[in-house]
């Protein structure tokens, strides 16, 4: 070969190969890529690109905010997610998002999602076919079908926006009946309550800033009612002004319960009677702002206090200090919901509410049907019966079963599991394996909403819109899509658009004002909603309490299952973050367990991991036993999540399945189960660790004696303030601290052998019937016990008053760990594995940490870095709130400010002096730069 | 018989005939060691392949076995430099005859203590990060550490424990060379530096071993304590106390001394030197065992005195846990092994009786090594925060080094046993009547 | 004419002293003492001035003292991280770098001065050497020109010498 031609083949290559890596790759050419930040910007490698999108994890549908890189994968640029964050300025959340919405990556790049449509063979294992195949099977059986003149269904969970709409269309032309939604915590006897007594079918919004009083119900305000990021950050906004009382009704123990300034706990299904006494005084004392009309009001049942002592089993005295407060108060809000609607009262209660918010005059007030959630689409329980008997007489061919685990979550009374077999076809679209999917013929896999164009509302006066922010991992198709496609091969190429047109031209219609790019910006877009006046419907008031009447008798040995924090109805627990994230309460990650009251652990000898042996009717169970301080004797919680099949066969008047059985047998089985219980004592052993707030006065500190001249900051010293009055526990920065820090997922083992690698954490500490939870990372000290022991500098105190840790020095002798008082060093047992795609949500800013280093929260310093380099850029110091934490940034109840303590005005520097500002385990005078502010002591039982 | 009975020659012979080519069961001991030592190497490849994980260590307990092996292992060692050292300033004569072999052990005790800081590093392979070398980016260790200041001295002991041995091992090592032939001549050739014993070398000789035993006697006091500073200098409640530089080194003398009755009643057995190494001897040990055996049975009373007395709610805690809680067991075992059975020498008929010695001496080197595991696991496990408390379990790859490190002890001392004079010659000789004709017994 | 190197063997410390004493006087050319023990006396006769060990022992100790604090301080110094609030240079820990280099540096410089005061090693026996001198003999080695060989001889044979060597 010639000197020239070799030349000439060099160039051609390395132009190539230059060509190849630019990634300009048919995936992420096409694309419309709206941004947070002005559209002008390119791509910038190594720079965080936001884009506004959906939350779906639950029906709450919070805006997010997701942060993009570009990442070469498989030889190939990428843009790919590594993180989620609340959408600042949507409706839903304003900025903030729960423990569940921080782990919607983990669904993303979940390793056993669906990859492509599966169809189940002979020997009842699946087998991958194409779509097109997929297609022909579902159309073939459908056309059978429709000859012998048997229906296709169509069941999904809570739908809205445009796919509820495009369904409707899909139904009616494609001659589908479009089955009743299924929303396993659909709160049928609140929404029944207030179509009976106010004519909507809604889940009116509970303007909790509105009130100076809050008495809530059984209603988990916290976990998973109404909004819940919406219900803390409102709470802990009340909570500032000083005056507010909540006072919580809950038969057993939630998060929400622990919380309110005064958690009464009456006998199981006994609430009502509260309300019923509080509905009649607010008439009798003549303090009703709207009289109920006497037709209405002779259903009331007439209880005195004593009466309601005896039924609910709260004293007296509580009784009427209740009763006081409620009347002091001019906007007293009350809300029912949770475990004590979901039960025989419930609907009774529900109704009982409904009235006493009118009479009350919080109708219209703090009690909002204007911004009301639209539950006119979903059925309860009783309004599947139909249907299923109808499934049962073989009437249902062919059934569509969209986004919902009917077979895992839904009463036994369904019997789900032989009446789907009675159809010729079912098909499932989900995209995870769970109960329902197992037992499907055809499996659609469903695009995650981070691979998805879409529109839900999540309430009657908000759209929020769905952005793709990566190419779909696997072959997976939109929900919209494949309706479409169906439509298409159904009924010819009538409609040729995909869904992405479809929602797109819905939003130019709905938005006119608006070009595209704002409105994606934005993620959302205000509906106008009919705003015709709430009135009292009489008659059917009096009915449904006619019909409801409660029942007073009281049950023993009573299991409630309410849905928890983590796993909401179950549709997370597969979820690994979630699953490595300790249960606030027990400090339970991994597995099954029931929760027993102290009292009846001492009285049965039952210890921490005991196997038990639960049977409540031919139902039966082992679970291991945790003894949870502040729940009430004789009465056990088993999430409900954690559960194959929901055990409940009888519902209420309202159609709503119980959320407790009675008449539990428990007995230890003498074996002992390896629960991971992260908490090494519930106690603080008067420690301390909790200060509970005394009296207002300028800080407690007094300056310490220092054996050394204290080391002075020049520019920076970075600082944390917690508000523990603010804080609810609901571990959100702990999920967006995994997220935000790639810290390793380690597993059951690792969690039983005491080695979770969380940075930050929610330890909580109970006296008597109360808690606290004290949110714990690497305080930052002054005075680092951590610092002197380490051997080779791996780890020093940089001039911005950071706690540094330097993994290339680190050497592993773990003495840092051993010498820190708030043991919040983590120490890397082995190496950890990303599988693909999980690795491609890693946080390309945080560097991995290999076997044999220590590590530990760093109070984000990589966002302290990008700060400082744009405050560099423009010559000047970082702003106060510039800098914000992961942690910082999700928390709903904004319970942790960070900033610079040497600024004076800084937000942190001012609660730092505050009364209320302590430090853990002062005395050891190790200086730390995270401040607690103390809470107010709770009023109790 | 009366070890000044015998003679000159007599002792040559006693002596060397110990270094006489081996016997079959020697090698079949032998190789019993060294597959114990391999089972050990063993686990640590397979820990340093997989990561700290396969042990039982966790978050609080950073700190398990493998310190407590350390511990324990440099505690052997000091009752050796005690013996050889510090007896020889005091002009202690019953020495004489142990002293070789507690040096010995010392010195083994301390190349096998000297494994588990290492074994212990999340990251071995950077393990001379450790050490103060000069290097381009000047990236020194931190000299305020505890880690590092043990470092020194645990590699200034082992140093100066070596030559230590080492020259007082010359003149016998030529005494075997000019007794050996063949291959082994050449070897003690080499080895004695070729010690001819002549007057100008005894005057030399005598003023550095001199300045070697005073420059020892304050190290073996300086080693153990800033070994207990590893803890002292903590804030963890349970291990930062002032009392812990004596109690430790009394700690480590009663298990050195417990391990030199271990050692020396097979020896002297074995190799029939009973004539040298006398009841006498083992008895003097016996006593100075109660001795060290009160000793830290008052330190442990002064720690639950001081932890109730002070008043501070994180000390009590531990100490009322230690005694009461998940590891009430191990802590019986310290207490009684430790301090109490000792106290059985207190009869004659035990202390001179070597069944009991030796028995004895084994039960308190197990109490010694449970002292060190209660002190290290139990602080570390119930600390500040209770939410952080922890338990910890040692794994079979953390039992499996210790087995090795036992090993890998006795392989090194049973080595020596047969290959250098495990009794000094000259010493000996010191302690007989001269040789002289007018007034002597011999003519 | 060449000097000859005579060697008595004695069984019996005080008729060694006894020759020694003798030979002392005669001024010979070199004089050797092989003992299997040592011995005070021996050293009065013929080592009176302390051994010269010592003073590498003081300044092998002095170096490691200075050198362990001056290294302590100095790489403190060189990068100057602050741990735990204590200062840069916190005396007290670095009092054990001072204290363990000195035993170190100290007993090095013991062992070098050992070695060069022994000429060590030094694997040559001189002819005058006898293996049973690192048993239960004496000897006493003297080199004298051929005319006082025999006078010598009768010293050490009158002194009870068991045998004389003439090497």
């Not at chain 1, 001492?602 to 991991?609: A, N, P, T, W």
């Amino acid at each position: 070969m010639r000197r020239r031609d070799f030349i000439k083949l060099l160039g051609v290559a390395s132009s190539a190969s230059v060509a190849t890596s630019c990634g300009l790759t048919p995936e992420n050419s096409q694309k419309l890529i709206p941004y947070l930040v002005p559209p002008d910007r390119e791509i910038i490698p190594g720079k965080g690109m936001f884009l506004s999108t959906t939350c779906t994890e639950c029906p709450v549908h919070c805006g997010i905010s997701v942060q993009v890189r570009d990442k070469v994968i498989q030889n190939r640029h990428r843009q790919v997610p590594i993180k989620i964050e609340g959408l600042p300025g949507h409706p839903i959340n304003d900025g903030r998002l729960c423990i569940r919405g921080q782990a919607a990556l983990h669904r993303l790049y979940h390793a056993e999602r669906f990859k492509q449509p599966m169809r189940r063979e002979g020997d009842g294992q699946f087998a991958p076919i194409s779509w097109e195949e997929a297609y022909q099977v579902i159309l073939q059986h459908m056309a059978k079908v429709k000859s012998d003149q048997r229906k296709i269904g169509y069941l999904s969970g809570r739908t809205t926006g445009a796919l509820a709409e495009l369904m409707d269309s899909f139904c009616t032309h494609v001659g589908v009946e479009k089955l009743p939604e299924y929303e396993p915590l659909f709160p049928a006897s609140v929404v029944n309550a207030s179509f009976a007594l106010f004519g909507r079918k809604e889940l009116p919004e509970y303007r909790i800033d509105r009130c100076d009083f809050l008495l809530s119900v059984g209603a988990d305000l916290l976990e998973t009612f109404g909004n819940p990021v919406q219900n803390s950050r409102r709470i802990a906004a009340q909570r500032k002004k000083g005056t507010f009382r909540w006072v919580h009704l809950e038969p057993h123990v939630s998060l929400t319960g622990l919380n309110a300034t005064q958690r009464l706990t009456p006998k199981p299904d006994s609430e009502w009677a509260v309300i019923a006494y509080l509905l009649q005084r607010v008439h009798q004392s003549g303090r009703a702002k709207k009289t109920l009309p006497g037709s209405v009001l002779q259903e009331v049942p007439q209880l005195s206090i004593e009466k309601v002592e005896e039924l609910t089993g709260i004293p007296k005295e509580k009784l009427q200090h209740l009763e006081e407060s409620f009347f002091a108060s001019d906007r007293p809000l009350t809300i029912a919901g949770g475990v004590s609607t979901a039960s025989q009262n419930g609907a009774f209660l529900a109704a009982l509410t409904g009235l006493l918010q009118w009479a009350t005059g919080q109708v219209g007030a703090t009690v909002d049907y204007t911004t009301a959630v639209d539950y006119s689409s979903v059925g309860s329980a009783a309004a599947m019966e139909s249907w299923l008997k109808e499934l049962d007489q073989g009437r249902i061919g062919v059934l569509f079963i969209s986004r919902c685990n009917p077979v895992g979550t839904a009463p036994q009374s369904w019997q789900l599991h032989h009446r789907l077999k009675k159809a010729d076809l079912v098909v499932g679209l989900a995209d995870l394996p769970d109960e329902t999917t197992a037992l499907c013929d055809i499996i659609l896999p469903v695009s995650h909403s981070l691979e998805s164009w879409g529109e839900v509302s999540p309430r009657k006066d908000v759209a929020s819109v769905l952005q793709p922010v990566l190419d779909p991992i696997y072959e997976t198709r939109t929900e919209g899509d494949i309706l479409l496609d169906l439509y298409r091969l159904e009924l010819g190429a009538a409609e040729t658009v995909d869904y992405r047109e479809y929602v797109q031209k819905r939003w130019r219609k709905a938005s006119s004002s608006r070009d595209l790019p704002t409105l994606m910006q934005q993620g959302y877009y205000s509906v106008s909603a009919e705003k015709r006046p709430v009135r009292l419907r009489e008659t059917r008031a009096a009915n449904l309490l006619r019909s409801a009447r409660p029942q007073e008798k009281t049950e023993a040995a009573i299991v409630y299952f309410p849905p928890s924090l983590r796993f909401y109805d179950g549709r997370s627990r597969r979820l690994p973050l979630l699953q490595e994230i300790p249960d606030p309460l027990s400090s339970v990650s991994y597995g099954r367990w029931i929760a027993v009251s102290v009292a009846t652990a001492k009285r049965l000898g039952i210890r921490d991991r005991d196997e038990l042996r639960l049977g409540i009717g031919e139902w039966e169970t082992q679970i291991a036993a945790r003894i949870q301080p502040g729940l009430p004797e004789g009465v056990f919680v088993v999430y409900r999540d954690q559960l194959d099949a929901y055990p409940v066969h009888h519902l209420n008047p309202a159609g709503e399945p119980l959320s407790f059985l009675s008449g539990a047998r428990l007995e230890k089985t003498g074996a002992r189960v390896a629960l991971p219980i992260l908490s090494g004592s519930t106690s603080d052993h008067e420690r301390g660790i909790i200060a509970h707030f005394k009296e207002e006065k300028e800080s407690k500190h007094e300056p310490q004696v220092q054996m050394y001249e204290p080391h002075e900051h020049k520019v920076y010293r970075w600082a944390m303030a917690i508000d523990l009055e603010a804080c609810t526990g609901c571990s959100a920065c702990v999920a967006a601290c995994y997220q935000e820090n790639n810290i390793p997922l380690v597993g059951k083992e690792e969690h039983v052998r005491g080695r979770e690698m969380a940075w930050i954490r929610i330890e909580p500490y109970y006296t008597g019937e109360e808690a606290e939870f004290l949110p714990m990372m690497c305080q930052q000290c002054d005075n680092a016990p951590c610092e002197p022991v380490c051997p080779v500098y791996a780890t020093y105190h940089n001039p911005e008053g950071l706690n540094a840790q330097i993994y290339n020095r680190c050497v592993g002798t773990r003495y840092c760990s051993n010498n820190c008082p708030y043991k919040a060093r983590r120490f890397n047992w082995f190496d950890h594995e990303w599988p693909e795609p999980l690795s491609w949500g890693l946080n390309p800013d945080v560097s991995l940490r290999n076997r044999g280093v220590m590590e530990k929260c760093t109070f984000c310093v990589h966002r302290i870095r990008s700060a400082k380099d744009a405050a560099r850029d423009e010559d000047r110091l970082v702003l106060d709130g510039e800098v914000v934490p992961a942690c910082a940034q999700t928390c709903p109840a904004d319970a942790i400010v960070f900033g610079n303590l040497l600024d004076p005005e800084s937000r942190v520097a001012k609660l730092a002096r505050s009364g209320r500002a302590y430090h853990v385990l002062e005395e050891l005078n190790t200086q730390p730069a995270v401040t607690y502010l103390s809470p107010h002591k709770k009023e109790g039982e | 018989m009366k070890t000044t009975d015998l003679t000159y020659s007599e002792v040559n012979s006693l002596v060397l005939r110990m270094l006489e080519p081996p016997r079959k069961a020697y090698f079949g001991i032998l190789f019993f060691l060294l597959s114990v030592v391999g089972i050990g190497v063993t686990a640590w490849a397979y820990q340093i392949f997989r990561g700290m994980g396969v042990t039982g260590l966790n978050n609080p307990v950073g700190w398990g076995v493998y310190i407590t092996d350390f511990v324990f292992w440099v505690g052997i060692a000091h009752s050796g430099t005690l013996i050889s050292a510090i007896l020889y300033l005091f002009r202690a004569r019953w020495r004489t005859s142990i002293y070789r072999s507690a040096e010995a052990m010392t010195v083994f005790a301390v190349l096998t203590a000297g494994l588990f800081p290492l074994i212990h590093l999340g990251r071995v392979w950077l393990f001379y990060w450790l050490f103060p070398y000069p290097n381009q980016r000047f990236l020194w260790p931190n000299f305020r550490s505890p880690l590092i200041l043990d470092v020194l001295a645990v590699s200034t002991y082992l140093t100066v424990s070596s030559v230590f041995f080492f020259i007082g091992l010359l003149p016998d090592i030529a005494a075997a060379r000019d007794q050996a032939t063949g291959w082994r001549k050449k070897v003690y050739a080499v080895l004695s530096l070729g010690w001819k014993g002549t007057h100008r070398l005894w005057h030399h000789y005598g003023a550095a071993y001199l300045f070697f035993a005073a420059l020892a006697t304050p190290l073996v006091i300086s080693v153990h304590s800033v070994v207990s500073w590893d803890f002292a200098l903590s804030i963890i409640p349970g291990w930062h106390s002032t009392i812990f530089a004596p109690y430790f080194v009394a700690g480590a003398i009663h298990s050195g001394l417990a391990m030199v009755l271990t050692i020396l009643i097979p020896l002297r057995k074995i190799f029939k030197v009973e004539k040298l190494i006398t009841l006498d001897n083992l008895e003097a040990m016996a006593k100075m065992i109660i001795l060290t055996g009160l000793i830290v049975g008052y330190a442990y009373a002064t720690e639950f005195f001081i932890a109730w007395y002070s008043g501070n709610q994180y000390e009590y805690e531990i100490f009322r846990w230690r005694a009461t809680g998940d590891y009430a067991a191990e802590y019986w075992i310290m207490v009684v092994f430790n301090s109490l059975i000792p106290l059985l020498f207190f009869v004659k008929r035990i202390r001179r009786s070597v069944a009991w010695l030796f028995a004895l001496g084994i039960l308190i080197n197990i109490g010694m090594w449970f002292e060190r595991y209660v002190i290290i696991v139990t602080s570390l496990a119930h600390d500040f925060l209770p939410y952080a408390w922890g338990h910890y379990k040692p794994s079979l790859v953390e039992f499996a080094i210790t087995l090795g490190s036992f090993g890998w002890f006795f392989l090194l001392f049973f080595s020596f046993a047969k290959f250098l004079p495990a009794i000094s010659i000259a010493e000996t000789k010191e302690l007989l009547p001269l040789p002289v004709k007018r007034g002597g017994k011999r003519g | 004419m060449k000097p000859v190197s005579l060697v008595g063997v004695f069984a019996h410390f005080d008729e060694l002293m006894e020759a020694l004493q003798k030979v002392k006087e005669k001024k010979p050319e070199r004089l050797v003492v092989y003992s299997p023990v040592p011995h005070h006396k021996l050293e009065e006769i013929l080592e009176p001035k302390p051994s010269p060990v010592r003073y590498f022992a003081l300044a092998g100790a002095l170096t490691g003292l200075f050198g362990g604090f001056g290294l302590a301080i100095w790489s403190s110094l060189k990068w100057g991280l602050i741990t735990g609030g204590k200062p840069i240079v916190s005396i007290p820990p670095f009092i054990v770098v001072g204290f363990e280099l000195t035993i170190l540096f100290g007993a090095l410089a013991t062992l070098v001065g050992l070695i060069l005061t022994h000429q060590f090693p030094a694997y040559k026996i001189p002819g005058t050497y006898d293996a049973r001198f690192s048993v239960d003999r004496f000897g006493l080695a003297v080199r004298v020109s051929q005319e006082q060989r025999n006078e010598f001889e009768a010293i050490l044979k009158s002194a009870g010498a068991e045998e004389v060597h003439v090497r």
